[in-house]
């Protein structure tokens, strides 16, 4: 089974320029999740989707940050205009339902992340 | 959800059991105890989780204190690859379902 997939692995961009990540979650996944995981601490959830809709987006930089799940399945997170302080790494994860269940259970797989880096 | 404490590191000699702390004092009933790690420059990986019995797969153990205000995840023939920050995370059933990520054990197996 294909894992998640992000593009790309590494970005250097300087402040107030642009940027765009990529994610394409596991086959049949309806919950995709963006995180942040800035050097030497834990990733911070950014957005949460279900299917094409927003469940959670309390954390989203709303200012300069905007993400989209079209069509229910891709999603890019975009960062417009980038600050030295965005530099981490941006890790997309799916599942296949958007909450733990009675069982506990609906783990979350990780995509290999994408590192930026703001000069 | 409830704040979890770990240590900041642990080092454990090869092909012993890693046995890595967890401390959950204010969880509530209707919480579990999951555990992640992430090896160096990937994604964050599911191991385990567990309400209040304890728990074993492929991967590791899960043992939880009869109180559940701590828990402990036994790894138990630790390899080099197991190398890796490792994450204690409480989540809500029926909650919602992002993670809330600390700041973990980073675990050193030694050769």
């Known amino acids: 089974e294909a894992g998640v997939a992000q593009s790309p692995r590494y970005k250097i961009i300087e402040k107030r320029q642009s940027v765009a990540f990529w994610c394409n979650p596991i086959?049949?996944?309806?919950?995709l999740y963006w995180y942040q995981q800035i050097l030497g601490q834990g990733p911070k959830l950014l957005i949460q989707?279900?299917?094409?809709?927003?469940?959670?987006d309390s954390q989203l930089p709303k200012d300069r940050f905007s993400a989209e799940r079209l069509k229910g399945v891709d999603s890019t997170l975009k960062i417009q205009p980038a600050k030295l302080e965005d530099s981490a790494v941006y890790l997309c994860?799916?599942?296949?339902?958007?909450?733990?269940?009675?069982?506990?259970?609906?783990?979350?797989?990780f995509g290999p992340g994408t590192r930026l880096t703001v000069l | 959800d409830a704040k979890t404490t770990q240590p900041t590191s642990m080092d454990c000699a090869e092909g012993r059991a890693a046995n890595l702390p967890c401390n959950h004092s204010?969880?509530?009933?209707?919480?579990?105890v999951y555990w992640y790690r992430q090896i160096h420059s990937q994604g964050p990986q599911y191991i385990i989780h567990?309400?209040?019995n304890n728990e074993t797969n492929e991967m590791a153990s899960l043992i939880i204190t009869e109180d559940r205000k701590s828990s402990t995840l036994i790894l138990p023939h630790a390899t080099l690859r197991d190398t890796a920050v490792y994450y204690c995370i409480v989540r809500s059933r029926g909650g919602a379902d992002g993670l809330t990520f600390g700041k973990g054990t980073h675990l050193i197996i030694q050769p």
């Open positions: 204010t969880i509530s009933g209707n919480e579990y």
């Open positions: 567990g309400l209040k």
């Open positions: 086959s049949g996944h309806a919950t």
């Open positions: 994860a799916s599942s296949l339902v958007g909450r733990v269940g009675l069982a506990g259970g609906n783990e979350q797989f």
């Open positions: 989707f279900q299917n094409n809709g927003v469940v959670d």
